[in-house]
């Protein structure tokens, strides 16, 4: 029996630069930000003699690394969903056209004009992959590109339509399928405004907490300085 193959696990690197970013700079950024932290709270160990200020710049230096350096799990995030938009949008003009009677083939060279230079590529792809192999496969890697598994069951009628040559079965399985899967979307599209509503509620309220702090901060530091005096 032959061994399967394991899914190879990708670096930090491999994963920054995947979706676009510099890990120069992440790390850049990093550093900055924990010297900043770090080099605070020794300001302030010195005026207050207090190590509680020191472990508390540590902890924060911590967190902040950690949330800087999994920037490219939130960017990954953010183009996962852009492009499962786009994928909905783009669709959206290819159900019109199958509708009115145009086969898959041409109705995909159509949709290209409605999408984004890198999603029209897509779409090329999979029409130079469709003419040359008339099976499944194209298909199902097309819509691997897409993190959802709705979208694969969408492209897959699409291929029973070619297969069948326009059977009404299958197309009517199509328009099923894809209206599930723009309602999914439209859902999740609300939730992210809802989402991006209430953190921009949020921060006023961060800085006035963040104001408050430094003002106690100040307190401390003119409060060991005066003790320092006596």
């Not at 949008?89 to 019109?96: D, T």
């Not at 409605?114 to 199902?140: C, G, H, Q, R, V």
Request: with cysteine.
């Amino acid at each position: 029996m032959g061994k399967r193959n394991k899914k190879t696990k990708l670096s930090w690197l491999e994963k920054t630069r995947k979706v676009g970013l510099n890990p120069r700079n992440e790390i850049i950024a990093v550093a900055l930000v924990d010297a900043l932290m770090i080099g605070g709270g020794i300001y302030l160990y010195f005026m207050t003699k207090q190590i509680s200020v020191i472990l508390s710049s540590l902890l924060l230096s911590l967190f902040a690394s950690m949330f800087f350096l999994s920037h490219h799990k939130r960017e990954k995030k953010k183009q996962e969903e852009s492009l499962l938009a786009e994928f909905v949008g783009v669709f959206s003009y290819f159900a019109i056209f199958v509708e009115n009677g145009f086969p898959v083939y041409n109705a995909l060279e159509e949709v290209e004009i409605y999408a984004s230079e890198l999603f029209a590529e897509k779409i090329k792809t999979l029409l130079f992959s469709i003419d040359n192999d008339k099976s499944l496969m194209p298909f199902l890697h097309f819509a691997d590109e897409f993190p959802s598994i709705e979208v694969k069951q969408v492209m897959i009628s699409i291929y029973k339509m070619v297969d069948q040559g326009g059977n009404d079965a299958y197309l009517r399985q199509f328009f099923t399928l894809f209206d599930e899967l723009s309602s999914n979307e439209r859902k999740s599209e609300n939730k992210r405004k809802e989402d991006r509503f209430g953190t921009s509620c949020m921060l006023p309220l961060l800085d006035s907490g963040l104001t408050m702090m430094l003002i106690v901060v100040g307190v401390i530091v003119v409060i060991g300085e005066m003790l320092n005096g006596i």
